[in-house]
């Protein structure tokens, strides 16, 4: 199900969202009670679409608790398979993720039992105690304590660990523990915010403050008052952090402004004071608060990705202390959208819109959101979900217009029709795709729009029709800025290469992908005008048009750049992958591979594919195969569509059950990909053509095996790669003058 991209990184952002729930929830009578029927949560997929409904209800809705039950059993239950599997760190994360964030720092306060979460926090401790990892046995305690406080044993090993990390000489039980010191505060401080911020409980939030405070006396003795302020803030800043804002930032979090500004004000005019922030607190904790002075202290937490939860819960915080104010419910929207929270997003605009309906801004944000709703539906493959969701995009701009008559939505409608098409693309729904891809642009003529349209040509073997739309994809992309047009410049270019190929114009074809080539040399001149994302996206592009030109050695380098450029990107080697392996570059692909197998951004879904293209490249070479992809493949196991095609490639499975299993049109294009490269390793081509045949049938275009179904029919394996034809070309240094 491993697919190719049909749009660019910058031209169209596809944001990962959840998606609002539709199950019928009980209200719990009490926790873990049999009378109480949890919500059934049995997929990846579900957890998801639940979390989602969850995260947007509010603390004290009697529909948590059976939700949380569910989505809690699910998560558990996988941390748990994770860990006997003997692969901790999965199920560490799984228990932090999907399991401790579904509960509240309120609900921290007084938590019900809870005899799975204990349990499962035991053995993970049990792990990573025995391989010395401080902060997750730490975490890990401190769930044991919260759900148990009278478990005098879990505080004995958390203290232990503390004392460990302090260095501790010996001392008798009934004695207080010492400080720690300039040596070790710091570390211990670094463990304790992690497990603070996945596991809020008063147990952790009062540790970490004592920990704040002897920070605070050993960094900034009483003699370093008499310091000059330049050499004060110096001191003060050698933690990266204030010490009010750490104070201010873990009483905020369990919803303490109050305590937050006594904390900050203790340190007025000290090392470690934070004016601005002492200052918006003051304002805000103050009797006379007002809605705004929240928003100005979660506008100080909401700079760092990392302390957004912090804003959110100030917003959260002030809607409840001024529930007829508008601004915290846009705060909430604001800070949960880019928290991809997108239900909790929608519902608090819906909130701001039911107090002011003329704000207009809640009116964009909505459909902002609507369209990332698609984008979700469409990276779901709920296509059935996708033209009733289309409506509602439609009648909540149908609605702003009647409001604001004359003034359309920024978000047009045409990204709508386009997310719609391209989800039946990606499903192999091509007809249907064709036509939201053309309601879109008569709507609006993009070039996105244009160029997928072009793409469905070419893969039908219409190089004319294909070329017609690139050429008025290149018209409607000269409306753009500078640098995306070269983009799509270059990227329309080696369209019309390939569309020029086909219709048996290499000469064309040639000087098309050389065009695409130097654009993106130009494009790659502004490097500092790129992110990592792009960079590595423009890298991987220039490498294939290099390399289509017979530039192989250069092609190769530009691939191997795409890929340091942000080697956390997981796109970027199965790309690559599936670029090199059908033209036989078995050294430079296995590179590639060995260094996607040691990431751990790159998931497994993608780990599997790209091995069953290694093994595969392997046998057509006639080389042994690779023994880390063998062991890898071996190795892997569960209940998702690719794991049958790793127990099929392990000998596991049958080739009847494989194809029993088929059950979708992605799922059969799959199978028969594979099947066929296993035919043609044993000599019978006849019956791989006719596979490779079936994938096309499918009309999975969107599928890199269904690209190299087509490759194969046309050129077909090579175990080898073939002859370079070109000389290098110089990369300019500098963009010409005069050029876009």
């Known amino acids: 199900m491993l697919r190719t991209r049909c749009a660019p990184a910058w031209a169209l952002a596809l944001v990962t969202v959840a998606a609002p729930g539709c199950t019928q929830h009980r209200p719990p009578e009490s926790p873990r009670s049999a009378a109480i029927a949890p919500v059934r949560v049995q997929s990846d997929d579900e957890y998801e679409v639940t979390r989602a409904s969850y995260d947007a209800l509010a603390v004290g809705d009697p529909r948590r608790t059976a939700t949380r039950l569910g989505l809690e059993s699910f998560a558990i239950a996988e941390s748990a398979r994770q860990l006997k599997a003997n692969r901790p760190e999965a199920a560490l994360e799984d228990f932090l993720r999907r399991v401790l964030a579904l509960w509240d720092a309120e609900e921290l306060k007084a938590p019900p039992p809870d005899p799975p979460l204990q349990q499962l926090a035991a053995e993970l401790e049990r792990a990573f105690r025995r391989r010395g990892a401080h902060q997750e046995v730490l975490t890990t305690l401190a769930v044991q304590i919260a759900l148990a406080p009278d478990d005098a044993a879990a505080r004995t090993r958390f203290d232990q660990v503390l004392g460990w990390l302090r260095n501790d000489p010996p001392r008798a039980p009934e004695a207080p523990a010492p400080a720690c010191a300039a040596a070790t505060c710091g570390r211990i401080i670094e463990d304790l915010e992690a497990a603070t911020a996945a596991w809020p409980s008063p147990f952790l939030v009062d540790a970490l403050g004592r920990l704040y405070h002897d920070r605070q006396r050993w960094q900034h003795p009483t003699w370093q008052r008499g310091l000059s302020g330049d050499l004060a803030d110096i001191v003060s800043q050698r933690t990266g ?51 705004t002075d929240a928003i100005a202290v979660a506008a100080l937490f909401f700079r760092d990705p990392a302390d957004r939860p912090i804003a959110l819960r100030v917003c959260e915080d002030a809607a409840k202390r001024f529930p007829k104010a508008i601004e915290p419910l846009l705060c909430i929207g604001d800070v949960a959208e880019q928290r991809n929270q997108i239900v909790r997003a929608t519902r608090a605009f819906e909130a701001a819109l039911a107090i002011s309906p003329d704000k ?81 642009l008569a709507v609006e003529p993009t070039v996105v729009a244009l160029e997928q349209l072009a793409v469905v040509a070419v893969k039908r073997g219409d190089g004319k029709g294909a070329l017609g739309l690139l050429d008025r994809g290149l018209t409607s992309a000269s409306a753009l800025d500078r640098r995306e047009f070269l983009y799509w410049r270059a990227k329309l270019g080696r369209g019309v290469g390939d569309a020029q190929e086909l219709a048996g114009d290499e000469k064309a074809a040639l000087a098309a992908r050389r065009q695409a080539a130097s654009d993106y040399d ?31 050695e250069q092609g190769i380098i530009a691939l191997e750049r795409a890929i340091d450029a942000a080697p956390d990107r997981a796109s970027t080697y199965a790309d690559v992958l599936a670029f090199l392996i059908p033209r036989g570059e078995r050294e430079e692909a296995l590179d590639a591979y060995h260094r996607a197998l040691g990431r751990s951004e790159v998931s497994e879904y993608i780990k599997v594919y790209c091995t069953l293209w290694i093994l595969d490249l392997d046998r057509r070479a006639g080389q042994p195969e690779d023994p880390l992809a063998r062991a890898f493949v071996d190795g892997v196991d569960g209940g998702k ?100």
């Not at 090392?271 to 007002?290: E, F, I, M, S, V």
């Not at 902002?368 to 709920?382: G, H, N, T």
């Not at 217009?401 to 047009?412: I, M, Q």
């Not at 790659?524 to 192989?552: C, D, F, I, Q, S």
């Open 522 to 552: 130009l494009l790659l001149a502004m490097r500092g005008n790129l992110g990592p994302e792009e960079v590595a996206e423009t890298e991987l592009e220039r490498g294939k048009a290099l390399y289509l030109v017979g530039n192989h």
């Open 360 to 440: 207009r801004e809640a009116w964009e944000a909505l459909a902002r959101l609507q369209q990332k709703r698609l984008f979700q539906l469409v990276a779901d493959e709920k296509t059935g979900e996708l033209e009733a969701q289309l409506k509602r995009v439609e009648q909540l701009h149908l609605d702003a217009l009647r409001r604001f008559p004359g003034a359309p939505l920024k978000v047009s409608l045409a990204g709508a029709l386009f997310e719609v098409g391209r989800g039946y693309f990606n499903v192999g729904r091509v007809d249907d795709a064709v036509r939201f891809f053309e309601r879109s």
């Open 641 to 740: 569509w690719y794991h049958e095609l790793a127990r099929w490639a392990s000998g596991r499975q049958s080739e009847s059950d494989l194809l029993a299993h088929a059950q979708s049109p992605g799922n059969r294009a799959e199978a028969y990909f594979y099947l066929a490269m296993r035919r043609l390793q044993g000599g019978k081509l006849d019956e791989a053509r006719d596979l490779w045949q079936k994938v096309l049938e499918t009309q999975m275009m969107a599928f890199f095996e269904y690209d190299m179904s087509a490759y194969y029919l046309r050129r077909g394996a090579r175990a080898t790669p073939a002859p370079a034809t070109a000389t290098p070309t110089a990369t300019p240094a500098k963009i010409p003058d005069g050029s876009i």
């Open 241 to 291: 952090t204030s010490a009010a804002y750490d104070l201010a930032r873990l009483h905020l979090r369990v919803s303490r402004a109050d305590l937050a500004r006594a904390e900050v004000e203790k340190l007025s005019g000290e090392p470690g004071d934070d004016a601005p922030l002492r200052t918006a607190l003051t304002r805000y904790a103050a009797a006379d608060g007002k809605p």
